[in-house]
């Protein structure tokens, strides 16, 4: 029906210039929303041209609703209308029929004018004739192109492309032919039915991605964003960028206040002048212009009816379509073009068939004249679309420029231009100063949710020492909280935040058998939280999933040990040597030896000797090897210092040489021995290294489940660390620990028996606080803490550089100063509750401190407590402590016991 409307009212057009010349072209339109849109700017170019004065022709359009899969009526139609002679055809849109029509315009030579992105003109076969297609929308390679810059100067690290249908992706070949090795990686996803949205954007959230290249109709934008805000993927670390030039012209009031960065690409602009005249006389002409010019009743009759329907609205310049601008511009440039030619070759129309090969007269010349259509010659109305002024040999439009635009809360705004003439850059017209500027205006009206995880120093709960309860921040205290308040200072950030620990206690591992992560990794990846800080290590794998600010604190891996003890003087040390089993062998043998060589005295007659010697025949002989002679003479040989009575006998000679050979070896034993053990006891590191680590088996060591440092372990390739791996990993009991202070606790309890593999800042705060640790070796590599957040968090920049400026200032080194050395006693909760508990049962009479004050086993016992470390000084003295400025760290804790008391 509204085809008869249109051709009667082209009709009523036209009979108020009657004695003009006709020009008939046959437009053909998609039956979709834009139709009538498009009709009503036809109708407005063909009325302006008709009442042009100085233009001999009356321009006569045949406009056909089309359906997509109408090829043959189509074509029927076009070839009919070619018999009467016509001298152009606009569309259609639909890629089968243009086709046709396409092929129909080359063979015949007629003009044909595109109004839509057509791939297929590139594939045209070369011929000797004048390209007679001309296509006013920019050309596939060029937008491509244009989108590949427009990703490139994003930055996107990686990014996902959801389109429509194939033609999505061949828009999109363009682009990513032009991706070098070293470009974001790209995912592809089809968006596919209607029903399908959901799990393919479900899909699409699980893979983490934040950037993504949305390829499909205008009209099914909103459907797509409506659902992506459902599954938060619109977010302030989202970006999107829009490939329908027209993505302007939807209703964006549900997505209002979205926070994503939507970027989209547009040949319009509906706040130029051009635009809103057309506008306006499009509107009028729908509401008064046409009741003067069309006198005749049914064609008043169905305009009236048109207008009820539908176009009883004024049409906005934000809601015209690229189509609809560019048909209005495609009868500007023919009949612009053809009044020339005119004037120069007059033109004859001849009638054309479909089945012969005759051609028309002004094929060629009309594109010569195309040609020359330039700032001198212009068009005689003013074109929508920017200057029309040259077409390249496949017939694309050459000279125009795509806005760049991104929407900003309510409206989009212009953010820079892309010329194809210098496809490489985006001239922008938004300065990254007034960017950065923007952000910072939004960051300081912001709260930013933290994500933590108690450990000390960095996050630890203040006593509620009223009992009245603590709440938001008041709760925590640490070194990432001074931190974070000097980051949120008026002349960095000035902002808020709010700490909130992380459900599961972890710092963030990769799971590769769920495919999922944990901890603060995992509540930033579920944008949970805005900042995740702790002693979080800045990881490579890490880094794979979201980002750091760069690194507040340096540290390196290395080994926790415990002090060798040296053990007090033993009296009986001298007998360490040998075990008791060999001094009571050593004995026996002694004390037989001596009888065995007492009989053998008795038996022997050389051993019984004259008593007087001057008497040659005495009357009774005497035996000096008595039982205490032999005992003597057996004791000075075995104490190497020899005897002054020695047997005469051969066989009791034999018995004493016997004995001295055992002496001999016996005392040479013991020396070896008496080095070897005191060596040994004076000894006090037995490793100063890793490699010493992995190259024994009496000391265990272990490290943190889960964290940076057992990735290092797991990942490395260096042997010696992959077998301390493989030792932690298959050790039974299990090695390792879940904090680190459960470390240092099995560290300090082990005898020296476990060694903690941790990182060297929490190390040095350990020793700090505890004299009987050591770090043991240097670090094994180095790497740092950094301030985790989600990819493309509009709030890195700043961020980062209030920490370089905290660096450079010194405030980074106060604050580690502060929590690592100065603050050695803080007075928390569970210390005082300890103190107190360790007072009652102490004396159990009230005088909590006094009890407690020079007592050697409590503080020996309480030194295993928690953060507060007692230096060994403090375990010799019984005595009250002084109270002076250079006293003992002990010494001081006693003190405050004392007021506690
Ligand atoms: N800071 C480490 C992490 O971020 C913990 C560790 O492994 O020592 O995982």
Known sequence: MHKIVILLLCFGIIVSGLKKKTVNVAVFLDDDEHYEDTVIAIASVVRRINLYSSVQYLLYPHIFKVQKNEILKTGQTACSLLEKGIAAIFGPESIEINDFIQSLSSSLQIPQFQTFWNPKLASLPISDQPIQIFNL???????????????????????????????????????????????????????????????????????GVAHFILDCEAERIMDILRLAKELKLLSEFHSYILTNLDAHTINWSEVKNIKSNITAMRLLNPDNTNMKNAALVWN???????????????????????????????????????????????????????????????????????????????????????????????????????????????????????????????????SGTWDPALPEKINLTITPAERDEEIMKKIQKRNFRIVSRLGDPYLMEVADTNGRGLYGNDRFEGYTMDLMKEICKPENLNCTFTFELVPDGNYGSYDPKTKQWNGIIKELLEYKADLGICDLTITYERRKAVDFTSPFMTLGISILYAKAVKEPPDLLTFSHPLSFEVWIYIATSYLIISLIMFLTARLNPNDWENPHPCNSSPMELENIWNLKNCCWLTLGSFMTQGCDLLPKGICTRMVVAMWWFFALIITACYTANMTAF????????????????????????????????????????????????????????????????????RVLNSKRKYAFIMESSNIEYEMERNCELIQVGSNLDSKGYGIAMPFNAPYRKSINAAILKMQEMGVLHTLK?????????????????????????????????????????????????????????????????????????????????????
């Open 137 to 207: 929308h920019p050309s596939p390679k060029a937008l491509s192109k244009a989108l590949a810059t427009l990703v490139r100067e994003n930055d996107w690290k990686s990014y996902t492309i959801l389109y429509e249908d194939d033609n999505g992706l061949l828009r999109l070949q363009e682009s990513l032919k032009q991706l070098k090795p070293d470009d974001p990686a790209v995912a592809f996803k089809a968006l596919g039915p209607r029903e399908n949205l959901r799990s393919v954007l479900k899909e699409v959230q699980s893979s």
């Open 678 to 745: 005191l060596t040994s006891s004076r000894m006090g590191v037995t490793i100063t290294s890793a490699e010493d680590l992995a190259t024994q088996n009496k000391i265990k060591y272990g490290c943190l489940k889960d964290g940076a440092t057992s990735s290092f372990f797991k990942d490395s390739n260096f042997s010696t660390y992959h077998r301390m791996w493989v030792q932690m990993d298959s050790a039974d009991p299990s090695v390792f620990e879940m904090n680190n202070k459960e470390g240092v606790k």
């Open 284 to 414: 009028q002409n729908m509401k008064y212009s046409f009741l003067e010019t069309v006198k005749d009743p049914v064609i008043l009759k169905e305009i009236q009816n048109l207008r009820r329907m539908k176009h009883f609205k004024d049409i906005k310049t934000i809601n015209i379509q690229t189509k609809t601008a560019l048909m209005h511009d495609a009868l500007n440039i023919f009949i612009s073009t053809f009044s020339k030619l005119d004037a120069v070759y007059p033109v004859a129309f001849k009638a054309l068939s479909c089945e012969s090969n005759e051609t028309s007269t002004y094929g060629q010349h009309f594109s010569d004249i195309l040609t020359q259509i330039n700032k001198e010659n212009p068009l005689l109305l003013e074109p929508l679309t920017g200057p029309i002024t040259e077409f390249d040999s496949m017939g694309y439009r050459k000279n125009y420029k795509l806005q760049i635009v991104e929407w900003v809360g309510d409206r989009f705004r212009i």
């Open 817 to 901: 100063t502060r929590w690592w050395k100065e603050k050695k006693w803080r007075w928390s909760m569970y210390q005082r509750q300890t103190v107190r508990r360790r007072g009652r049962h102490r004396n159990g009479s009230g005088q909590r401190g006094r009890r407690l004050l020079g007592s050697r086993s409590w503080c020996r016992t309480f030194s295993t407590y928690r953060d507060i470390r007692i230096p060994m000084e403090c375990k010799k003295s019984r005595r009250r402590p002084k109270v002076d400025a250079q006293r003992s760290s002990c010494q001081r804790i006693q003190v405050r016991h004392r007021y506690l008391g």
